[in-house]
């Protein structure tokens, strides 16, 4: 089976560091993304790991352990617009067009 | 121009209703997906067509059937609709098996079950 775990909800400060954990265990892994869900919208993409280490895109960056079945997302110098849904799927190895998502970090920035 | 664009937005039914959902993509992917949001915002997988061929079909109650005119499109019909139905439903897209490549989603339609 496939079990992919996220904290449910987080609050940080504006201009703050702050990092999403994601642990899974899947039967089989073929990459690791996040995603940025604002309320009322769709899922739009974020980030891609697929080997171990830590990759880096601006103010977002997204680590991963394959041996350990974690990744974080890591977002700094936080902004209001930040406040969003961060949703961790990781793609199955058998069928690279399974992708299996965790329920999503409620991330609420203020002030 | 909308990438991958889904209608209606809004849906608003009795139980028991059919209704269809339709989905169009401009990008030119060889492989779409249906997926159902509920909720607790879990996102589920439900069906995957690559290039008109069904590809993956979850543990999906079969009132729920999939049909895929080109690979441009792919519509969602739903038969004998139940309370528990309510919730998002996604249209995507990939250009790719494998690979960075991710999914691009649609705006979702909202469907509420009454």
């Known amino acids: 089976g496939q079990n992919i775990d996220q904290p449910t909800e987080m609050t940080a400060t504006e201009g703050a560091i702050v990092q999403i954990n994601c642990t899974y265990q899947?039967?089989?892994?073929?990459?690791l993304f996040w995603y940025q869900q604002h309320a009322g919208e769709a899922p739009t993409f974020l980030s891609y790991?697929?080997?171990?280490g830590l990759e880096e895109k601006g103010r977002f960056s997204s680590f991963l352990s394959r041996s350990k079945g974690y990744s974080y997302l890591l977002l700094k110098e936080l902004q209001m617009k930040d406040s969003a849904s961060y949703l961790c799927a990781v793609r199955d190895r058998g069928n690279f067009n399974k992708f299996y998502f965790g329920s999503g970090t409620k991330l609420n920035v203020k002030p | 121009d909308t990438a991958v664009s889904q209608t209606p937005k809004y849906l608003v039914t009795q139980m028991g209703n059919d209704k269809s959902i339709k989905c169009e993509q401009n990008?030119?992917?060889?492989?779409m997906y249906w997926y159902k949001q509920d909720s607790k915002k879990f996102l589920k997988i439900m069906f995957s067509?690559?290039?008109?061929?069904?590809?993956i079909n979850e543990t999906v109650p079969n009132r729920f059937s999939p049909k895929s005119p080109d690979k441009a499109h792919l519509n969602l019909h739903i038969n004998s609709l139940e309370l528990g139905d309510s919730a998002v439903y996604f249209c995507?897209?990939?250009?790719?098996?494998?690979?960075?490549?991710?999914?691009?989603f649609g705006p979702g339609t909202r469907l509420l079950v009454l």
């Open positions: 067509y690559n290039n008109k061929e069904l590809i």
């Open positions: 790991n697929v080997l171990d």
């Open positions: 995507a897209s990939s250009p790719e098996r494998g690979g960075r490549e991710t999914q691009y």
């Open positions: 899947t039967s089989g892994f073929n990459g």
């Open positions: 990008l030119g992917h060889d492989t």
